[in-house]
């Protein structure tokens, strides 16, 4: 009953001038504001315009029907002010966001507009007028805007890569501006793209925790470590410590970590491993290879730190000189080896005391004393970047001591069962002795006492 009236209501009306929103003509855009953050928002706080427009039906007919390629045109009006020019879109998203009358309501920040402007992409745009950085748009969408926690967001942590690649991996546009595409491809491939694309793990930085949000200019080499240290807390503290923390020149973390020599700084690898892995490696090594050599042992459970150090050789000879004159390089090759041969220490104790559990001993102590061999080897990683072998020294004898203390309780726990088994031949032996004197003493009393019935 309701939609009949409703639907006569709508004729009587279309057959005269027709009242039409911005919607009626302009659908999709309309369907896209109102799945949005904006959905609250009305066209006009960023067009402008009037809020209705009167219009025949028939020449409505002709602009709902109008493709892409039709050339239609319509008058909006005086107050319009249209699709906003590129330049012109950081200050139009500003007259809200940058207000913090307007956006303390839904308390939100609002340094959003101020701190663009302080990034290469703020600054080029503002100083050069070149309008092929990113703006506002670019990173959010238009109509299609969503909060970064919700996935379909351009700024959701997993497209982030995504949304600056767009630019970024764009050998044309890089290359107008002398930047490097590959940091796209590098970051990619490094630990914590991985991290974030295989493992959907989003505690991974993208580009934009460590370029920030809206300030995005390089983070700097002398405050890198701020930026790793968001995360890697000891590695940025010990490093901190160490000399080339002082030195100006120096990149910092990703001076070693960057990737080397022909890379963009983006290729951050993994090299060190978990300890169960570890553990796991050795264990399999034995299975092929009972009585391995040290070195065999280096090379399957941990299969070169020097790496990171070997690929960043060349970029260390801006201070450094050749190998065979400084004692630096070869000071640092000392302390990872003692750090290997700790891990190699700590891997072959961990393997002891699985196979001695296996058995009949109880190893539950010695499993819990071995828990500070772990600790003290997750430390020495760090650790290394103070790049002080007294300190590394330290931590070594600390780990090699907890391990000498585990070996030497499994060592009398197996003493201890060497013993019950040899104490137990002499009982073995009374028992059986005294089984055949119980016999014979049954023999004789059976032949004494008991005489066969006649
Ligand atoms: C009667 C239909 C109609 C109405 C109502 C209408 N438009 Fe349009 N609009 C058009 C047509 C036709 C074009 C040009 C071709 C196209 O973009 O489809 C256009 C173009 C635009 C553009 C692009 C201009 C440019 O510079 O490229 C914007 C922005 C726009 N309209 C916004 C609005 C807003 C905001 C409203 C409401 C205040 C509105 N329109 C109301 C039909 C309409
Ligand atoms: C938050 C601000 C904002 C609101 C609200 C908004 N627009 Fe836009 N609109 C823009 C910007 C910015 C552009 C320019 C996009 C570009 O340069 O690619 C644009 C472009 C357009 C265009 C040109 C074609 C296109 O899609 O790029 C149309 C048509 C349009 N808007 C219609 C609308 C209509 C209809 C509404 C209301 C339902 C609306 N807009 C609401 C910011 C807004
Ligand atoms: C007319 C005022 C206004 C304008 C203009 C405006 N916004 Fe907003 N924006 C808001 C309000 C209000 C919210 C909060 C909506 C809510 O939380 O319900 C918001 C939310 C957002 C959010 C989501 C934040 C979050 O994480 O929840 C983003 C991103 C955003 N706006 C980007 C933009 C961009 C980009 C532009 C320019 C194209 C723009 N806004 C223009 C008022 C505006
Ligand atoms: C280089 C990409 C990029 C540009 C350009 C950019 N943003 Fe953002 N913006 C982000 C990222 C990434 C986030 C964090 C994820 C999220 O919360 O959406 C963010 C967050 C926001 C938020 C949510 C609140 C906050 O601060 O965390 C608002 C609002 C916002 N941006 C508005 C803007 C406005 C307005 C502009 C233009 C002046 C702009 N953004 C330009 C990438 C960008
Ligand atoms: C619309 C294209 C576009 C998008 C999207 C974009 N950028 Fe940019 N970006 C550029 C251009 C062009 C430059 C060069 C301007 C300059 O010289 O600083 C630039 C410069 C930079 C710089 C500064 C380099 C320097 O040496 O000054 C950083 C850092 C950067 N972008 C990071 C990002 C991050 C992070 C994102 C994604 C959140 C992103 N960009 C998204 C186009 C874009
Ligand atoms: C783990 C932190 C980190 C991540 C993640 C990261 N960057 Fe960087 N980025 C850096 C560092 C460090 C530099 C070099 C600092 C310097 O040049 O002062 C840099 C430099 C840059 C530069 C300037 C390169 C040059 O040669 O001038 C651009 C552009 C850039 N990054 C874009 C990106 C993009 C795009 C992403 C995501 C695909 C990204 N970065 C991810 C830390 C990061
Ligand atoms: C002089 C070269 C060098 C510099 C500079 C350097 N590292 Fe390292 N880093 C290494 C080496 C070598 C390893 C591998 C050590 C190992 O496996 O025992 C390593 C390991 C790591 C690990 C893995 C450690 C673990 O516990 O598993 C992290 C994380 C790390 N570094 C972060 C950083 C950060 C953050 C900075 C800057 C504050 C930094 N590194 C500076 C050489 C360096
Ligand atoms: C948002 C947090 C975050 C930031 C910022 C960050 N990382 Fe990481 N990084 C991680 C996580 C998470 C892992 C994976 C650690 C793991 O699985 O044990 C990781 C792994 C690593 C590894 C490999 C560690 C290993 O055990 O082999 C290195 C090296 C590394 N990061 C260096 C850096 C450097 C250098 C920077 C700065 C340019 C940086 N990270 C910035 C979170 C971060
Ligand atoms: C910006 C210059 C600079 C760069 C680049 C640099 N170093 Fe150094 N490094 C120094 C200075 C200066 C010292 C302290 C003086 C000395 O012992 O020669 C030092 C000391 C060291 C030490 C400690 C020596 C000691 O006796 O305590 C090691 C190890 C070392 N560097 C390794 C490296 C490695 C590996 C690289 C490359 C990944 C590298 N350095 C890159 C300047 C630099």
Not at 198 to 221: K, L, R, S, V, Y
Not at 420 to 432: C, G, Q, T
């Amino acid at each position: 009953m309701v939609s009949i009236v409703m639907a006569c209501a709508s004729q009587r009306v279309m057959a005269q001038d027709d009242k039409v929103s911005c919607q009626t003509c302009h659908v999709a855009q309309g369907g896209e504001l109102g799945a949005s953050v904006h959905q609250e928002l009305s066209c006009q706080e960023c067009h402008s315009g009037e809020s209705t427009f009167s219009i025949s039906q028939s020449e409505l007919a002709k602009y709902l029907a109008r493709s892409a390629n039709s050339h239609l045109s319509f008058d909006h009006g005086q107050s319009f002010l249209g699709k906003p020019a590129r330049k012109d879109i950081p200050e139009r998203c500003g007259t809200c966001h940058a207000d913090v009358s307007r956006m303390n309501p839904y308390g939100m920040r609002t340094d959003q507009l101020s701190r663009y402007w302080t990034s290469g992409h703020g600054r080029v745009l503002k100083e050069k007028g070149n309008d092929h950085v990113a703006v506002c748009i670019d990173c959010h969408g238009v109509h299609d805007i969503k909060s970064g926690r919700d996935p379909h967001s351009k700024t959701y942590s997993l497209n982030i890569p995504d949304t600056c690649a767009a630019c970024h991996a764009n050998q044309a546009l890089m290359d107008e501006f002398d930047l490097p595409v590959e940091v796209v491809s590098e970051y990619r491939d490094s630990v914590h793209g991985k991290l974030l694309f295989e493992q959907g793990d989003t505690g991974a930085p993208t580009c934009a925790t460590c370029h920030g949000n809206h300030a995005a200019i390089p983070p700097g080499f002398s405050t890198i470590g701020a930026v790793c240290g968001q995360c890697h807390h000891h590695e940025s503290k010990m490093f901190a410590t160490s000399i080339h923390a002082q030195q100006e020149e120096h990149k910092g973390c990703v001076q070693c970590h960057g990737g080397g020599e022909d890379s963009h700084f983006h290729h951050i690898e993994r090299i060190t491993k978990p300890p169960g892995l570890l553990i796991q490696r050795y264990a399999h090594l034995l299975k092929t290879q009972p009585n391995p050599t040290p070195a065999q042992v280096a090379k399957a459970i941990h299969p070169g730190p020097k790496q990171i150090i070997m690929r960043a050789l060349p970029t260390c000879m801006d201070c450094h000189e050749e190998l065979e004159d400084d004692e630096s390089l070869p000071k640092l090759f000392n302390l990872l080896d003692e750090i290997a041969a700790a891990e190699q220490r700590y891997v072959e104790t961990a393997n002891r005391l699985d196979h001695v559990g296996q058995g009949v001993l109880l190893v539950e102590n010695q499993r819990f004393l071995f828990e500070d061999a772990k600790t003290h080897l997750i430390a020495l990683a760090p650790t290394q970047h103070t790049l002080d072998n007294e300190k590394v020294a330290e931590k070594v004898a600390a780990l090699n001591e907890v391990c000498a203390q585990v070996n030497q309780q499994l060592d009398e726990l197996e003493a201890g069962l060497t013993l019950r088994y040899k104490l137990l031949v002499p009982i073995w032996i009374f028992a059986v002795l005294f089984s055949i004197a119980i016999y014979a003493k049954y023999k004789q009393l059976k032949s004494q006492w008991v005489k066969p019935l006649k």
